[in-house]
């Protein structure tokens, strides 16, 4: 039998069909704005828009001999002894707070920083006046300033392999930046679909574990780049999604995981940007006619790579993980559908229609 026929898109529609977790917790909740795993992937890191942070550790028992993160087993949510959770200073911020004169304007805000892969003192800060700051910890001082964007910095990606930092904007534009002088290398912006206005929004970038490769994300779609100069290879457009709210690689770059303001998570084949498994809120949400909740950040587990973490608009967070007789989310499409291995610009432009 042709097997092109008979491949189906694998649907996620109960909680049966997946494992899924919705990780304990006993403070107030709020939007989550960041998530991570840490580096072991025994415990998860969680930063709400009230600027609380929440961590939950993982266990080593007799269900979970690694204590690595995993749906099958609850965590416990770590809290000081002291009782004071842990929370960004938002003082400043609070504009009843602002009676200063204001014949000053403040300064611009920092909305996104990563470290540089060399030197840990040294990082790059972008900035809400769609600047970036290399600012350099031990001496505390900005070495230079970089400019090439036109709105606020949202996403910033260091090449250790090409030497390079790559940054994104509200602009929807990236830019390539040396790490020897700081000059600027190239810079694109993102191939807007037809018909789509064209917002503020933010723009996240994240390099393949060969750090040459180059994920884009985008409200309007997912497009991969070949740095440094910037070559569009590949880019998806979903139609009936709704808006994209974050993407990521898997830990071995094989697969990438796309959150949904429908409240859906599509997962793509990475090298064809093919999508294999589509996993509906239905699966891991308990029904709330009342709040609309959705998945607005993604987080892959560093050494389980079927693993992902879901930070949600009602302030919680979920792991996800296929069930252990199936061992992987869905099965990617055979090449004779389509999918090819083609670099064209613009590549499986579309959801592909369930088989």
Same mark, same amino acid.
């Given at each position: ?7 189906? @898109? ?10 899924? !977790?919705?990780?304990?917790?006993? =403070?107030?909740? +709020? ?21 609380? /942070? ?30 004071? !959770? ?13 009676? +200063?004169?204001?014949? +000053? ?17 040294? =990082? ?6 769609? %600047?970036?700051? =290399? ?21 910033? *990606? ?6 390079? !930092? ?7 534009? @990236?830019?390539?930046? %040396? +790490? ?5 290398? #190239? ?25 040459? /490769?180059?994920? *884009? ?41 796309? %959150? ?10 990475? #090298? ?30 560093? %050494? ?5 973490? !879901? ?30 291995? #083609? ?13």
């Amino acid at each position: 039998m042709d097997k092109s026929k008979v491949w189906k @898109l694998t649907e996620v529609n109960e909680a049966s069909q997946c494992r899924s !977790l919705r990780l304990p917790d006993s =403070i107030s909740a +709020m939007r989550v704005s960041r998530l991570i795993y840490t580096n072991s992937g025994l415990a998860i890191l969680a930063l709400a828009s009230n600027a609380v /942070h929440k961590l939950w550790k993982w266990q080593r028992n007799d269900r979970n001999l690694t204590a690595k993160a995993t749906a099958s087993v609850v965590p416990q949510l770590w809290q000081p002894s002291s009782g004071i !959770l842990m929370t960004n200073d938002l003082s400043e911020t609070n504009p009843e707070d602002a009676t +200063m004169t204001t014949f +000053m304007a403040p300064p611009p805000a920092a909305t996104f920083l990563a470290f540089h892969p060399q030197d840990n003192n040294i =990082i790059a800060i972008g900035m809400e006046d769609s %600047s970036i700051q =290399i600012y350099n910890v031990r001496v505390d001082e900005v070495k230079t300033k970089l400019k090439g964007h036109q709105k606020r910095i949202t996403g910033l *990606a260091f090449s250790n392999a090409l030497n390079v !930092l790559v940054s994104t904007g509200a602009d929807a534009q @990236l830019c390539v930046w %040396s +790490m020897e002088g700081w000059e600027k290398l #190239s810079c694109k912006y993102l191939q807007i679909p037809s018909g789509r206005a064209v917002s503020l929004a933010d723009t996240r970038v994240q390099f393949h574990q060969d750090q040459i /490769h180059l994920l *884009a994300v985008h409200e309007t779609q997912i497009a991969i780049y070949e740095a440094p100069k910037l070559e569009c290879l590949k880019q998806w457009v979903p139609q009936e999604r709704g808006p994209i709210t974050h993407a990521t690689y898997s830990c071995d770059s094989q697969s990438i995981y796309v %959150s949904f303001e429908d409240g859906s998570v599509s997962v793509l084949t990475a #090298s064809t940007l093919r999508l294999r498994c589509r996993i509906n809120p239905s699966a891991y949400l308990s029904p709330n006619p009342s709040m609309r909740v959705y998945p607005v950040v993604i987080a892959a587990h560093p %050494s389980e790579p079927t693993q992902f973490a !879901l930070g949600l608009t009602d302030g919680g967070v979920c792991v996800l993980e296929p069930l252990e007789s199936e061992g992987q989310w869905g099965t990617p499409p055979p090449a004779e559908n389509g999918a090819g291995t #083609s670099t064209a610009a613009v590549a499986a432009g579309t959801d592909q229609p369930q088989r």
